[in-house]
């Protein structure tokens, strides 16, 4: 599949105009300017297609570098949730077991206690 810039490059190496045919150069150099005209448009696409490939590989790198913080950070507010469940279970059973160890306790002379 061809553009149709490359199509119209492709047609005057093939045709002369009307201008290059009253010329006195030579048919060798017609061809050779046009040749190389024609080489740097093929070099020019080659660059552009380079250029856009490089630049899905950067966003690629990106977004996979992109998913991997988003994914340690969401792993890092887990452990921290899951960390602090257990440093507030492990400070509260202390509490509770004190605080019934209270209500079970005789009352103290002249303290009147409300547990039956």
């Known amino acids: 599949m061809t553009s149709p810039r490359f199509d119209k490059l492709e047609q005057q190496l093939v045709n002369p ?3 290059e045919r009253l010329e006195p150069r030579s048919w060798r150099k017609v061809v050779m300017n046009r ?5 740097a448009f093929v070099c020019m696409r080659l660059m552009v297609t380079a ?4 630049i899905l590989a ?3 790198v990106a977004w996979r570098t992109a998913l991997r913080f988003l994914a340690d ?3 890092l507010l887990v452990m921290i949730l899951v960390g602090g469940l257990i440093r ?3 400070l ?3 509490v509770i077991v004190a605080l019934r160890h209270r209500w079970k306790t005789p009352a103290v002379a002249g ?3 409300h547990t039956p």
């Open 111 to 113: 303290h009147v206690s």
């Open 35 to 39: 040749a190389w005209r024609i080489l």
């Open 73 to 75: 950070t969401v792993a």
């Open 17 to 19: 105009t009307e201008k």
């Open 51 to 54: 250029a856009v490939c490089l």
């Open 58 to 60: 950067a966003v690629t």
């Open 92 to 94: 509260a059973v202390p």
């Open 88 to 90: 507030w279970t492990l």
